[in-house]
Protein backbone atom coordinates (compact mmCIF):
# COMPACT_ATOMS: atom_id res chain seq x y z
CA UNK A 1 0.00 0.00 0.00
CA UNK A 2 2.89 2.48 0.73
CA UNK A 3 4.19 1.82 -2.48
CA UNK A 4 1.59 2.16 -4.23
CA UNK A 5 0.33 5.57 -2.12
CA UNK A 6 4.12 6.96 -3.61
CA UNK A 7 3.81 5.43 -6.94
CA UNK A 8 0.08 7.26 -7.99
CA UNK A 9 1.45 10.52 -5.79
CA UNK A 10 4.47 10.90 -7.46
CA UNK A 11 2.06 10.53 -11.08
CA UNK A 12 -0.43 13.23 -9.38
CA UNK A 13 2.49 15.90 -8.20
CA UNK A 14 3.45 15.16 -12.00
CA UNK A 15 -0.12 16.45 -13.31
CA UNK A 16 -0.56 19.87 -11.14
CA UNK A 17 2.44 20.89 -9.52
CA UNK A 18 3.68 22.37 -12.72
CA UNK A 19 1.66 25.66 -12.58
CA UNK A 20 4.04 28.60 -12.83
CA UNK A 21 4.78 31.92 -11.30
CA UNK A 22 3.12 34.06 -13.29
CA UNK A 23 5.63 36.20 -14.27
CA UNK A 24 3.64 39.88 -14.57
CA UNK A 25 4.59 43.41 -15.81
CA UNK A 26 4.01 45.55 -12.83
CA UNK A 27 2.70 49.59 -13.27
CA UNK A 28 5.35 51.70 -12.97
CA UNK A 29 8.43 49.70 -13.74
CA UNK A 30 9.76 47.70 -16.71
CA UNK A 31 10.78 44.20 -14.51
CA UNK A 32 8.74 41.32 -13.49
CA UNK A 33 6.20 40.87 -11.05
CA UNK A 34 5.68 37.39 -9.15
CA UNK A 35 2.46 35.87 -8.90
CA UNK A 36 0.50 39.40 -7.56
CA UNK A 37 -2.72 40.21 -8.48
CA UNK A 38 -4.57 39.80 -11.84
CA UNK A 39 -2.34 38.64 -14.87
CA UNK A 40 -1.63 35.77 -16.81
CA UNK A 41 -0.08 32.32 -16.44
CA UNK A 42 1.85 30.22 -18.72
CA UNK A 43 0.47 26.68 -19.69
CA UNK A 44 2.14 23.89 -19.68
CA UNK A 45 2.61 20.92 -21.65
CA UNK A 46 5.67 19.47 -23.86
CA UNK A 47 7.82 17.61 -22.32
CA UNK A 48 8.48 14.67 -20.10
CA UNK A 49 8.19 16.52 -16.53
CA UNK A 50 6.16 19.81 -18.05
CA UNK A 51 7.21 22.98 -18.87
CA UNK A 52 9.32 23.71 -22.00
CA UNK A 53 11.72 21.03 -23.07
CA UNK A 54 14.43 23.78 -23.87
CA UNK A 55 14.65 27.45 -23.49
CA UNK A 56 15.83 29.54 -26.32
CA UNK A 57 17.85 32.44 -25.29
CA UNK A 58 19.24 34.96 -27.20
CA UNK A 59 22.79 35.21 -28.44
CA UNK A 60 22.90 39.11 -26.91
CA UNK A 61 20.67 40.87 -24.22
CA UNK A 62 20.48 43.75 -22.65
CA UNK A 63 23.39 43.53 -19.69
CA UNK A 64 21.51 43.98 -16.05
CA UNK A 65 21.60 47.04 -14.15
CA UNK A 66 21.27 45.55 -10.99
CA UNK A 67 25.17 44.49 -10.14
CA UNK A 68 23.17 42.97 -6.94
CA UNK A 69 21.25 40.90 -9.27
CA UNK A 70 24.27 39.70 -11.02
CA UNK A 71 25.68 38.22 -8.16
CA UNK A 72 22.70 36.26 -6.92
CA UNK A 73 22.56 34.76 -10.46
CA UNK A 74 26.03 34.20 -10.68
CA UNK A 75 25.28 32.50 -6.92
CA UNK A 76 22.57 30.34 -7.87
CA UNK A 77 24.24 29.28 -10.98
CA UNK A 78 26.87 27.82 -7.96
CA UNK A 79 24.33 26.04 -6.44
CA UNK A 80 23.32 24.65 -9.35
CA UNK A 81 26.06 23.15 -9.98
CA UNK A 82 26.57 21.36 -6.99
CA UNK A 83 23.13 20.34 -6.49
CA UNK A 84 24.02 18.57 -10.31
CA UNK A 85 27.24 17.06 -8.71
CA UNK A 86 25.48 16.03 -5.62
CA UNK A 87 22.74 14.56 -7.23
CA UNK A 88 24.87 12.78 -9.58
CA UNK A 89 27.21 11.13 -7.11
CA UNK A 90 24.56 9.68 -4.49
CA UNK A 91 22.59 8.10 -7.69
CA UNK A 92 25.83 6.17 -8.26
CA UNK A 93 26.57 5.53 -4.56
CA UNK A 94 23.05 4.18 -4.30
CA UNK A 95 21.96 2.98 -7.44
CA UNK A 96 19.05 4.80 -7.60
CA UNK A 97 16.76 5.62 -10.51
CA UNK A 98 14.19 7.85 -9.24
CA UNK A 99 14.09 10.28 -8.93
CA UNK A 100 17.59 11.18 -10.11
CA UNK A 101 17.10 9.89 -13.90
CA UNK A 102 14.00 12.09 -14.12
CA UNK A 103 15.56 15.44 -12.38
CA UNK A 104 19.32 15.10 -13.44
CA UNK A 105 18.83 16.26 -17.13
CA UNK A 106 17.20 19.32 -15.96
CA UNK A 107 19.95 20.24 -13.43
CA UNK A 108 22.35 20.09 -16.58
CA UNK A 109 19.78 21.83 -18.64
CA UNK A 110 19.67 24.43 -15.90
CA UNK A 111 23.00 25.17 -15.71
CA UNK A 112 23.32 25.49 -19.30
CA UNK A 113 20.32 27.93 -19.54
CA UNK A 114 22.00 30.33 -17.05
CA UNK A 115 25.55 30.01 -18.71
CA UNK A 116 23.63 30.89 -21.97
CA UNK A 117 22.36 34.19 -19.86
CA UNK A 118 25.55 35.49 -18.67
CA UNK A 119 27.52 34.69 -22.24
CA UNK A 120 24.50 36.49 -23.61
CA UNK A 121 25.07 39.85 -20.89
CA UNK A 122 28.72 39.88 -21.85
CA UNK A 123 29.56 38.87 -18.35
CA UNK A 124 31.37 36.14 -17.03
CA UNK A 125 29.85 33.14 -15.04
CA UNK A 126 32.57 31.91 -12.61
CA UNK A 127 32.27 30.90 -9.29
CA UNK A 128 33.69 28.17 -6.61
CA UNK A 129 31.66 24.99 -6.50
CA UNK A 130 31.70 23.31 -3.18
CA UNK A 131 32.88 20.04 -2.98
CA UNK A 132 29.85 17.45 -2.47
CA UNK A 133 28.66 16.31 0.60
CA UNK A 134 29.04 12.41 1.39
CA UNK A 135 25.61 10.71 2.32
CA UNK A 136 25.94 7.53 4.35
CA UNK A 137 22.02 6.40 3.72
CA UNK A 138 19.60 7.09 -0.04
CA UNK A 139 16.95 8.55 2.85
CA UNK A 140 19.91 10.92 3.54
CA UNK A 141 20.15 11.57 0.14
CA UNK A 142 16.74 12.60 -0.57
CA UNK A 143 16.97 14.95 2.14
CA UNK A 144 19.85 16.49 1.65
CA UNK A 145 18.75 16.88 -2.27
CA UNK A 146 15.37 18.41 -1.10
CA UNK A 147 16.84 21.18 1.51
CA UNK A 148 18.98 21.97 -1.91
CA UNK A 149 16.12 22.60 -4.41
CA UNK A 150 14.40 24.10 -1.32
CA UNK A 151 16.85 26.86 -0.81
CA UNK A 152 17.09 27.47 -4.59
CA UNK A 153 13.20 28.48 -4.96
CA UNK A 154 13.71 31.92 -3.08
CA UNK A 155 16.33 33.05 -4.91
CA UNK A 156 14.92 31.95 -8.27
CA UNK A 157 11.18 34.04 -7.20
CA UNK A 158 13.81 37.24 -6.24
CA UNK A 159 15.36 36.70 -9.64
CA UNK A 160 12.34 36.68 -11.57
CA UNK A 161 10.58 38.97 -9.56
CA UNK A 162 13.42 41.70 -10.40
CA UNK A 163 14.41 40.54 -13.97
CA UNK A 164 15.32 43.46 -16.22
CA UNK A 165 13.91 41.70 -19.66
CA UNK A 166 11.48 39.18 -20.64
CA UNK A 167 13.83 37.07 -21.90
CA UNK A 168 16.00 36.47 -18.81
CA UNK A 169 12.37 36.25 -16.32
CA UNK A 170 10.97 34.04 -18.60
CA UNK A 171 13.82 31.38 -19.06
CA UNK A 172 14.27 31.61 -15.07
CA UNK A 173 10.84 31.56 -14.33
CA UNK A 174 11.20 27.77 -16.33
CA UNK A 175 13.88 26.80 -14.35
CA UNK A 176 11.63 27.60 -10.75
CA UNK A 177 9.08 25.80 -12.17
CA UNK A 178 10.80 22.72 -12.55
CA UNK A 179 12.67 23.11 -9.60
CA UNK A 180 9.69 23.28 -7.14
CA UNK A 181 8.42 19.70 -8.93
CA UNK A 182 12.37 19.08 -8.19
CA UNK A 183 11.37 19.64 -4.14
CA UNK A 184 8.11 17.70 -4.34
CA UNK A 185 9.59 14.49 -6.21
CA UNK A 186 12.34 14.66 -3.68
CA UNK A 187 10.07 15.59 -0.55
CA UNK A 188 7.48 12.28 -1.39
CA UNK A 189 10.97 10.05 -2.20
CA UNK A 190 11.38 11.06 1.78
CA UNK A 191 7.79 10.31 3.13
CA UNK A 192 6.71 7.68 1.12
CA UNK A 193 9.85 5.52 0.65
CA UNK A 194 12.01 5.02 -2.47
CA UNK A 195 10.44 1.92 -4.09
CA UNK A 196 9.27 2.50 -8.13
CA UNK A 197 7.85 0.18 -10.69
CA UNK A 198 7.21 1.82 -14.27
CA UNK A 199 5.67 0.38 -17.63
CA UNK A 200 4.81 2.34 -20.93
CA UNK A 201 1.17 3.26 -21.22
CA UNK A 202 -1.03 6.27 -20.98
CA UNK A 203 -0.93 9.11 -18.89
CA UNK A 204 0.84 12.51 -18.01
CA UNK A 205 4.03 10.58 -18.09
CA UNK A 206 3.63 7.22 -20.00
CA UNK A 207 3.75 6.89 -24.01
CA UNK A 208 2.16 9.41 -25.84
CA UNK A 209 -0.04 10.74 -23.26
CA UNK A 210 -1.87 14.37 -22.93
CA UNK A 211 0.58 16.52 -21.06
CA UNK A 212 -1.11 19.85 -19.57
CA UNK A 213 -0.71 22.01 -17.35
CA UNK A 214 -2.21 25.46 -15.47
CA UNK A 215 -0.80 28.82 -14.04
CA UNK A 216 -2.14 30.55 -11.41
CA UNK A 217 -0.16 32.80 -9.78
CA UNK A 218 0.52 31.69 -6.25
CA UNK A 219 -0.64 34.76 -4.68
CA UNK A 220 -3.18 34.98 -6.84
CA UNK A 221 -3.54 36.27 -10.83
CA UNK A 222 -5.60 34.58 -13.56
CA UNK A 223 -5.33 31.05 -14.68
CA UNK A 224 -3.72 29.84 -17.75
CA UNK A 225 -4.00 26.23 -19.58
CA UNK A 226 -2.33 24.65 -22.57
CA UNK A 227 -2.02 21.32 -23.79
CA UNK A 228 0.05 19.75 -25.65
CA UNK A 229 1.65 15.88 -25.95
CA UNK A 230 3.74 14.06 -22.89
CA UNK A 231 6.51 11.06 -23.44
CA UNK A 232 8.16 8.74 -20.46
CA UNK A 233 7.08 6.37 -18.64
CA UNK A 234 3.95 5.71 -16.91
CA UNK A 235 4.02 4.27 -13.51
CA UNK A 236 1.81 1.44 -12.64
CA UNK A 237 0.44 0.81 -9.59
CA UNK A 238 0.43 -3.37 -8.27
CA UNK A 239 -2.12 -5.45 -6.52
CA UNK A 240 -5.99 -4.26 -6.05
CA UNK A 241 -7.06 -1.41 -8.34
CA UNK A 242 -7.49 1.93 -6.18
CA UNK A 243 -10.47 2.91 -4.26
CA UNK A 244 -12.03 5.66 -3.56
CA UNK A 245 -10.54 6.35 -0.25
CA UNK A 246 -7.26 6.27 -1.29
CA UNK A 247 -7.95 8.59 -4.78
CA UNK A 248 -8.85 10.83 -2.43
CA UNK A 249 -6.13 10.67 -0.05
CA UNK A 250 -3.70 10.89 -3.25
CA UNK A 251 -5.23 13.74 -4.21
CA UNK A 252 -5.48 15.40 -0.70
CA UNK A 253 -1.39 14.86 -0.95
CA UNK A 254 -0.68 16.04 -3.63
CA UNK A 255 -3.15 19.36 -2.40
CA UNK A 256 -0.80 19.70 0.69
CA UNK A 257 2.30 19.27 -1.42
CA UNK A 258 1.59 21.79 -3.81
CA UNK A 259 1.32 24.45 -1.43
CA UNK A 260 -1.05 26.58 -3.53
CA UNK A 261 -3.79 28.08 -1.08
CA UNK A 262 -5.96 28.74 -4.35
CA UNK A 263 -6.78 24.94 -5.06
CA UNK A 264 -9.04 22.73 -3.45
CA UNK A 265 -10.44 19.29 -3.81
CA UNK A 266 -14.24 18.67 -5.73
CA UNK A 267 -16.27 16.22 -5.73
CA UNK A 268 -14.60 12.38 -6.92
CA UNK A 269 -16.91 10.23 -8.86
CA UNK A 270 -16.33 6.75 -9.54
CA UNK A 271 -16.80 5.97 -13.41
CA UNK A 272 -15.96 2.34 -13.23
CA UNK A 273 -12.57 1.95 -14.28
CA UNK A 274 -11.28 5.43 -13.30
CA UNK A 275 -12.11 8.20 -10.65
CA UNK A 276 -13.11 11.72 -12.06
CA UNK A 277 -11.61 14.09 -9.15
CA UNK A 278 -12.04 17.89 -9.36
CA UNK A 279 -9.85 20.22 -8.80
CA UNK A 280 -11.68 23.94 -7.90
CA UNK A 281 -10.30 27.14 -6.82
CA UNK A 282 -11.35 28.86 -3.78
CA UNK A 283 -14.37 30.08 -5.00
CA UNK A 284 -15.56 26.92 -6.49
CA UNK A 285 -14.99 28.09 -9.60
CA UNK A 286 -13.58 24.41 -11.55
CA UNK A 287 -9.90 24.58 -12.78
CA UNK A 288 -9.65 20.81 -14.20
CA UNK A 289 -10.98 17.62 -13.99
CA UNK A 290 -8.74 14.50 -13.63
CA UNK A 291 -8.75 11.04 -14.37
CA UNK A 292 -7.30 8.33 -12.14
CA UNK A 293 -6.98 5.03 -13.65
CA UNK A 294 -7.87 2.20 -10.89
CA UNK A 295 -5.80 -0.25 -12.38
CA UNK A 296 -2.50 1.47 -13.93
CA UNK A 297 -2.45 4.92 -11.99
CA UNK A 298 -2.16 6.35 -15.12
CA UNK A 299 -3.89 9.99 -14.76
CA UNK A 300 -4.60 12.61 -17.37
CA UNK A 301 -6.97 15.32 -18.21
CA UNK A 302 -10.58 14.57 -18.95
CA UNK A 303 -10.63 17.34 -21.28
Same mark, same amino acid.
Given at each position: MKKTIFIISLALVVAFVLYPAAVQSQPGRGGYGYGMGPGYGYGMGPGMMGGWDWVDIPSKLPAPKSAEWVQKLREIL? *???????????????? @???????? =?????? @???????????????????????? =????? *?????? *???????????????????? $???????????????????????????????? #?? #?????????????????????? $??????????????? #??????? =???????????????SSRNPNLKLGKIKDLGNAFEAEILTKKNDIVDRILIDKYTGGIRSAY
Amino acid at each position: MKKTIFIISLALVVAFVLYPAAVQSQPGRGGYGYGMGPGYGYGMGPGMMGGWDWVDIPSKLPAPKSAEWVQKLREILT *LEKESFAQYQTDQEKF @NAYMPYVM =IIPQEE @NHIEWIGQLFKAYGQPSDGKVSPV =IQTKT *LTEAYE *LSAKMESDLLPRYEWLVKNA $GDRDSGQALNTILIQSRWHLVMFEHAVRMGHG #YG #YSRGWGMMGGSGSGYGMGPGMM $GGDYGYGAGRGYGRQ #YKTGGKP =IDMKEAKAMMDDYLKSSRNPNLKLGKIKDLGNAFEAEILTKKNDIVDRILIDKYTGGIRSAY
